[in-house]
């Protein structure tokens, strides 16, 4: 409060830098400030200079107040959901059911919030659309704390979106002014400060029981965090606290897995024994031409002991549990929206009509009249968007070839670099050439996804501004579009790559596939398994835990520090006292954080859209993805909300009833991610070859013998002599035949090196388990779909209730209001007529009700009994009452009907 009285809704800024455009721009805040004033907004200005707040640059404030008056009409325009006087609500009584949820509930009390915040706002209170003629039926307890600071501010914002500086038909708007230069910054302000010594407040409270690491394993105040900067960041907070709570089961499972492969990997691993054995040492054709020679099977020992780690029999099961997860996870996510839309009263919420971008504005010349509004606006024909569209579409398929060619590259560097590492005369080094080839390729592989990243920042922004949005909503579902598929196809395609290409097309020895020259990398001896795992560790541990989150945690901190050192610069030279008497106001402490930015929280969205593709989408192939979700999103929930509480302005309060298109993203990921496991467990892993194995070929029935059936013999005599090693006798004996991966016939038989019959058993296989594997889930998830309602049966009694309880209170409104009514007009045509002769001779007898109150009763309880509250704001009550601002408690309020 800038005099101490009034609240602060919102801050207008503004800097003078060129004195020869300042002229223009201060005759239209002028006309935009005046037209505020005159929609009933009370502005306080800096009518002298400033001291300079960054660097050299004197910024002036204009301070917005909203009396009660401007704040009423606008919430009965608006249709704000305001809280009613609570009527009786009875207490249903506790079933066994009820009680034992109670006693299961106690568990959980180490991770509630302080009571005092939880008593905050429960029980809900019932509402209903504001009206000015039933002021007396709102629970007005303070005038000054009836509107919340959210709804203050976004009701200034509304006028300031509307309010006009120009005749012209777009010269209106705050939006429209940012733009033009006359504000630098817009914003509401903050409750106060957040440390030790700061008087307690909202913010203080957030800080202290949200934005603390010491909090992580609490519950977050989502109810506080919207009722403060609005239920669009309300419902962000909302969903990534759910989404953390729901990979509990999957990291503690996808954990329980990795240990059962730990276990199981010393005794059970029948594979890995005999690659280790040197009884069943077998010679293997080499990994290059010319310059690798033949090798021992046994090199592979430690990779055939990791991959048994992954590719399990449990991976299949957890396969099948993360798609089902997924679709539980999305459905109890619509009960959690319908629960919050109901607590935060947002069933009724529509999306209000848009006005076009100032940029829209600016740049297109043709008119249409909108016939909602019925005033001509700025339109773009269809026949001057298809050329911008067709080169935005070519434009991302450059980029999205950029991103191919960036893999195609790493794929380069590990067929040379591996080849390499394998002519080592160092034993260790060339033992494990593949193992460092791949660390080392994800490594560069996560660099260019971060480089490209911000590259294709502006790319889909430029792209974007090219096609030209009407309104800001088709700005932001064309770019999310944009980044979204230039995201996934950035983060995804090595490891498309790895999980379903390599190793599939290098052909046979003899006969390799090439490309630029180069013979296609092959997979080990125990599959491809092992790299596509760490492929998928390396990039989302690195993209996840450590890049996203220093990016959370310095880059606000280091903004706020530059503008605070620029404040310190200006105020050098001053003596002390000068110092203590310039103290900062809120509104200037404010101007010093950082602006959130047009885009808001989309890349927070995107982060997290990112992650739930990694772990879904293969999860198969690393079961402990979960597990580094959950500890990245502990650390993303508190770095967050420290950003938001202590680094950024407040946000505009802006209006949500979900997440928005994100969860229709979610959706075709967890739909995809079906098919990605199906095929990483059918094509990817051992899992049906040595299914196959034991069900067929094994004489009984268990993996003795698989190594030698998943080995195919090739006679080095058919060499060409492109491929002939130069060392032939590398391994210190003459070599006739070495062995290879693949399921082909021997030299010897009637077809060499053709594909043998267990070749096409397997891939038989293959397909039959992709295709069961998928209607099977598909089906639970249906199932689980139908099974889990959308609204949850005690939410469904809970909105009923409170229509029923609404309706009533409106009702009992207005029969006392009619009643008043009548016994005044009776009173008056008694005090009006002049009496009758009988009248003056008979005794005095107490007045009785008029029959036609009775009939008139009668008839409003058919109208209104079991109105909804959608409909009980049509009830229009007579134009005769007396509309006063209220002032002191609220029964003042009941004294002016």
Same mark, same amino acid.
């Not at 200079?49 to 009660?68: E, N």
């Not at 008119?367 to 298809?386: A, C, G, M, S, V």
């Not at 885009?599 to 990112?610: A, K, N, Q, S, W």
């Not at 049966?793 to 009533?808: H, N, P, T």
């Given at each position: ?5 009034r ?33 009933g ?45 609570s009527p ?24 509630r ?5 939880e ?8 509402t ?16 000054a704390?009836f509107?919340?600071?959210h ?60 934005a603390r ?51 199981t990997?010393?005794w ?37 002991m ?13 396969a ?8 539980? !996870?999305?459905e ?28 829209f ?17 700025p ?29 195609f590259?790493?794929i380069?560097?590990?067929?040379s ?14 033992t494990n ?17 971060l ?59 003899g006969?390799?596939?090439?490309t630029?020259?180069y013979?296609q ?20 541990a ?25 404040l ?5 030279g ?14 200037e402490?404010d ?10 929280? !989309? ?7 990112i992650? !739930? ?6 999860v ?23 950003k ?52 067929v070929y094994?004489?009984?029935?268990s ?12 006679e ?10 130069r ?7 003459n070599?006739?035949f ?20 267990? !070749? ?15 209607n099977?889930?598909?089906l ?5 779909d ?25 009702l ?21 007529a ?17 029959h ?8 409003l309880?058919?109208?209104?009994s ?17 509309r006063?601002?209220?002032s ?10």
């Amino acid at each position: 409060m800038s005099d101490g009285i009034r609240r602060i809704d919102y801050v207008l800024s503004y800097s003078i830098t060129d004195p020869n455009i300042e002229a223009e721009r201060q005759r239209l805040r002028n006309e935009f400030e005046k037209n505020l004033e005159e929609e009933g907004l009370e502005l306080e200005r800096d009518w002298v200079d400033p001291r300079p707040v960054l660097g050299s640059k004197r910024t002036y404030f204009v301070r917005i107040h909203a009396p009660w008056e401007v704040l009423t009409r606008h919430a009965e325009i608006s249709q704000v959901r305001m809280p009613i006087k609570s009527p009786a609500v009875p207490v249903p009584a506790q079933g066994v059911l009820q009680k034992v949820t109670a006693c299961l509930e106690r568990l959980l009390d180490p991770f509630r919030l302080s009571e005092e915040v939880e008593a905050r706002f429960k029980p809900k209170k019932f509402t209903c659309p504001f009206n000015r003629e039933r002021e007396t039926m709102f629970d007005i307890k303070e005038p000054a704390s009836f509107f919340r600071p959210h709804v203050r501010s976004r009701i200034a914002y509304s006028i300031l979106l509307r309010n006009k500086f120009g005749h012209g038909a777009t010269e209106f708007g705050i939006a429209k002014a940012l733009a033009l230069g006359m504000y630098d910054g817009a914003y509401p302000l903050h409750d106060g400060d957040y440390d030790q010594k700061a008087i307690k407040n909202d913010r203080k409270v957030l800080y202290e029981q949200w934005a603390r690491f010491r909090c992580f394993l609490r519950y977050q105040p989502v109810d506080l965090i919207r009722d403060y900067f609005g239920s669009k960041i309300g419902f962000y907070f909302a969903w990534l606290g759910f989404y953390t709570w729901m990979l509990f089961p999957a990291a503690i499972l996808g954990l329980v897995v990795f240990i059962y492969g730990i276990v199981t990997m010393w005794w059970e691993n029948q594979v890995s024994d005999e690659i280790c054995n040197d009884y069943f040492n077998l010679t293997m054709c080499p990994l290059c031409d010319k310059f690798c020679g033949y090798w021992s099977l046994g090199e592979s020992c430690q990779s055939a002991m990791a991959s048994h780690l992954f590719d399990n029999p449990a991976t299949v099961f957890f396969a099948i549990f993360m798609s089902l997860w997924s679709t539980m !996870f999305l459905e109890l996510w619509k009960r959690r929206r319908h629960a919050l839309q109901y607590l935060w009263d947002l069933q009724t919420f529509r999306q209000e009509e848009e006005r076009p971008r100032p940029q829209f504005e600016a740049q297109v010349r043709h008119t249409k009249r909108n016939w909602i509004t019925q005033e001509d606006e700025p339109w773009l024909p269809f026949i001057y968007r298809i050329p911008r569209y067709m080169l935005s579409a070519v434009l991302v398929l450059f980029a999205i070839a950029l991103a191919v060619g960036a893999v195609f590259g790493v794929i380069m560097y590990r067929i040379s670099v591996q080849a390499s590492l394998a002519l080592n005369r160092n034993e260790l080094i060339a033992t494990n050439a593949n193992l460092v080839t791949t660390a080392t390729a994800a490594t560069i592989n996560l660099t260019i996804i971060l480089v490209l990243n911000m590259i294709y920042s502006h790319i889909a922004e430029f792209l974007t501004e090219l096609e030209q949005p009407r309104t800001e909503t088709e700005f932001d579902d064309s770019f999310t579009f944009k980044m979204f598929l230039l995201q996934f196809v950035n983060y995804y395609s090595a490891i498309f790559y790895i999980a379903f290409f390599k190793g599939r097309l290098i052909g046979r020895p003899g006969k390799y596939e090439y490309t630029l020259g180069y013979r296609q990398e092959e997979c080990s001896p125990s599959g491809c398994l092992v790299e596509l795992c760490m492929q998928l560790g390396i990039t989302m541990a690195g993209s996840q835990l450590i890049a996203n989150n220093l990016r959370e945690i310095f880059l606000p901190k280091i903004l706020v520090w530059l503008n605070f050192r620029w404040l310190i610069k200006a105020m050098a030279g001053k003596s002390e006292e000068e110092r203590k008497k310039t103290g900062l106001s809120r509104w200037e402490l404010d101007y010093l954080h950082v602006d959130i930015g047009p885009r808001g929280l !989309f890349f927070e969205y995107l982060e997290m859209v990112i992650q !739930f593709g990694f772990v879904s989408l293969f999860v198969a192939a690393f079961p402990l993805a979960p597990l580094l979700a959950l500890i990245n999103n502990i650390l993303e929930i508190r770095l967050d909300a420290q950003k938001f509480v202590c680094s950024l302005r407040r946000p505009m309060v802006g209006r949500a009833a979900d997440i928005g298109v994100w969860y229709y993203i979610l959706e075709a990921i967890s739909t995809i991610s079906v098919c990605t496991n199906a095929f990483v467990i059918a094509f990817t892993s051992e899992f049906i070859p040595r299914l196959v194995y034991t069900r067929v070929y094994s004489p009984d029935g268990s993996l003795n013998g698989y190594l030698n059936f998943s080995l195919s013999y090739f006679e080095v005599k058919d060499f060409s002599d492109k491929n002939t090693p130069r060392d032939p006798f590398h391994l210190g004996n003459n070599v006739t035949f070495c062995r290879y991966r693949d399921l082909r016939e021997p030299p010897w038989s009637e077809y060499p090196y053709e594909y043998s019959n267990a !070749f096409w058993h397997v891939l038989a296989a293959r397909l039959a388990f992709v295709v069961v594997f998928q209607n099977i889930t598909f089906l639970l998830t249906r199932f689980l779909d139908l099974l889990i309602p959308d609204t949850s049966y005690d939410l469904q009694d809970a909105i009923k209730m409170e229509e029923q309880l609404v309706s009533r209170a409106i009702l009992d409104f207005e029969l006392q209001r009619t009643k008043q009514r009548q016994r005044h007009n009776r009173f008056r045509r008694q005090q009006t007529a002049p009496p009758d002769e009988d009248e003056q001779h008979s005794p005095t007898t107490p007045a009785t009700p008029d029959h036609h109150v009775d009939s008139w009763e009668a008839n409003l309880h058919k109208r209104v009994s079991g109105i909804s509250p959608s409909r009980s704001q049509n009830l229009n009550p007579g134009r005769g009452q007396d509309r006063r601002q209220p002032s002191g408690t609220s029964s003042d309020y009941e004294s002016t009907v």
